[in-house]
């Protein structure tokens, strides 16, 4: 693997006088050499003196605020700069342009099915920068669209392992536990992308739904899930609130009642407090065996 190497160069504000006087030395003495009638080699010299410092005015490049140059020299790694400003190095080196701003990337909406089998649509943001620049550069082949197929590898992975909506309380889900599932994006999709130098600085899904096929069974089956829960909570109150109208009526000694009373009364008070319509009052004129 190409481990990342940081190159110092020369300021371009110090070359280019340099090379100014450099050049016009040259061109000077090439002149000059050929009005005197200068032999061979000495024209032939200030003529490659002068293509020398020509090709110099090759070596200036700028690096901006986080951006990088990856710089090579004739197939081979020579190294990275990433201090911004005006540079000078060897003319010959091939730079490559990386940005080391951080990124948004936005997966398309992917059809998967969830642990259960449920197709569903599911689709996550990345927040991602490039941290290892000879990485990015050499380890992939882009690695910008390498960023695009691991992720939404990684979103089709995760969404397998769990399901589209948990009904008991201590199971995870897409839609319940989203903290707990981004935070498990995130470790995934870093782990897919450290090979080409990038960091996922965050992950998360953004848009969650089952399928069009199946989306209104599915709602009906929340529908009815959430009823039974609300039920259940009904008569758990219910019978609690019977509880204690029982006790507190032993307790002060306002009626006793026998087995079959208390039945009538658990019946009557369960009907009141479970029933989704409000109930018709009955006047009993006797006693309460009439």
């Not at 605020?65 to 005006?86: C, M, Q």
């Not at 948004?104 to 290892?132: H, M």
């Amino acid at each position: 693997m190409i481990r990342e190497k940081l190159r110092s160069t020369l300021s371009g504000w110090l070359m280019v006088p340099v090379i100014v006087v450099g050049s016009g030395v040259s061109l000077w003495g090439l002149i000059t050499s050929i009005d005197t009638g200068g032999g061979t080699p000495e024209i032939v010299g200030w003529a490659a003196a002068l293509v020398v410092v020509s090709v110099a005015w090759g070596g200036f490049f700028v690096v901006n605020p986080n951006e990088a140059k990856v710089l090579t020299l004739f197939g081979r790694y020579w190294g990275s700069i990433k201090r911004d400003g005006f540079h000078w190095a060897n003319p010959l080196l091939t730079k490559r342009h990386i940005s080391l701003r951080v990124r948004n990337f936005e997966s398309s909406q992917l059809k998967v099915n969830d642990l259960e089998g449920n197709p569903v649509e599911i689709a996550a943001v990345v927040v991602w920068r490039v941290t290892e620049t000879a990485e990015a550069c050499f380890e992939v082949d882009n690695y910008e669209h390498y960023v695009k197929v691991q992720t939404e590898a990684a979103v089709r992975n995760l969404a397998t392992q769990y399901p589209y909506d948990a009904y008991e309380d201590h199971h995870k889900s897409l839609r319940g536990n989203t903290l707990e599932i981004a935070e498990q994006l995130k470790t995934e999709v870093q782990e897919r992308l450290s090979k080409a130098g990038v960091e996922a600085m965050e992950a998360r899904i953004n848009h969650l739904a089952y399928a069009p096929e199946i989306a209104s069974a599915m709602l009906q089956r929340q529908q009815a899930g959430a009823i039974i829960a609300a039920r259940q909570r009904i008569v758990e109150g219910a019978v609690g609130m019977v509880e204690m109208a029982l006790d507190l009526l032993s307790k002060r000694d306002v009626v006793e009642l026998d087995n079959d009373r208390k039945a009538a009364m658990v019946s009557n008070l369960l009907v009141v407090l479970c029933g989704d319509r409000n109930t018709q009052p009955v006047i009993n004129a006797g006693t309460i065996y009439q």
